[in-house]
């Protein structure tokens, strides 16, 4: 059974979600159940002449909004506006330790690790180019809770740079095993633009319980 989707936006052309952590993005295999699409999927069943199509992916360890298409006709007009950089996707994550400046840029480009093939890495194999702003929103004594901006789309990207940087997200399954329960990173905020009428929506995610609340209460939305 798919559980109902959290929406966070809807129109007639798409919707936001907020995917919790744990749950995957899609299905990869024909009949595979329990995925956010499928939970989509299921909402939109009433509605007729729409469908859930995939824009971007969240990882399974991310919790956030996710930004679905209701139709196949605007999938590429999303796509295009994506890559335009006209939207923009925020995160918010605790990482370990406390960086040299309370904002920085993390340009390393990133392509895949040739010893495992789940993981990504710097200057990896077909490395890409990848940008990454981070703010640093507050600190404890042992790890900072910081604001990404995505200005490209590599897979892993933000986990990849953190890692690199050497304050990798707490709870990174992969790139900082045994950190605690669940990785801390979540999408916080959407840009849209919608498509035909070109207007501009700015989605905000409340953080989820899992974060720290010491760190939580400090956090503003901009």
């Known amino acids: 059974p798919n559980a109902q989707p959290t929406i966070l936006f809807e129109n007639r052309d798409v919707l936001v979600i907020d995917k919790p ?3 995957k993005s899609h299905p990869n295999q024909p009949g595979e159940t329990g995925t956010a699409l499928n939970a989509v999927a299921g909402y939109l069943a009433s509605q007729p002449q729409t469908g859930a199509f995939m824009v971007h992916r969240l ?3 991310t919790s956030g909004a996710m930004l679905v298409a209701k139709n196949p006709v605007v999938v590429p007009i999303l796509d295009r506006y994506l890559s335009a950089g006209l939207m923009h996707r925020a995160y918010v994550a605790v990482v370990t330790g406390h960086f040299p400046t309370p904002r920085g840029e993390l340009t390393w480009p990133i392509g895949r690790d040739p010893q495992d093939r789940r993981k990504r890495q710097v200057n990896g194999v ?9 703010q640093v929103v507050a600190t404890t004594a042992t790890t900072s809770l910081v604001y990404l901006t995505l200005h490209t789309g590599r897979t892993h990207q933000l ?4 890692a690199y940087s050497g304050h990798p997200i707490v709870g990174d399954p992969l ?3 045994g950190g605690g329960p669940r990785m801390l990173l979540h999408g916080v905020k959407q840009d849209l633009v919608l498509p035909f ?3 501009k929506e700015t989605i905000w995610v409340p953080l989820p319980t899992a974060f720290p609340p010491d760190l939580v209460k400090l956090w503003q939305p901009k």
């Open 159 to 162: 986990r990849v740079h953190l």
């Open 21 to 23: 952590a744990g749950q």
């Open 126 to 134: 077909n490395a890409q180019p990848a940008h990454t702003t981070y």
């Open 175 to 177: 790139y900082a095993p």
């Open 197 to 199: 009428s070109k207007q």
């Open 59 to 61: 990882d399974q360890a």
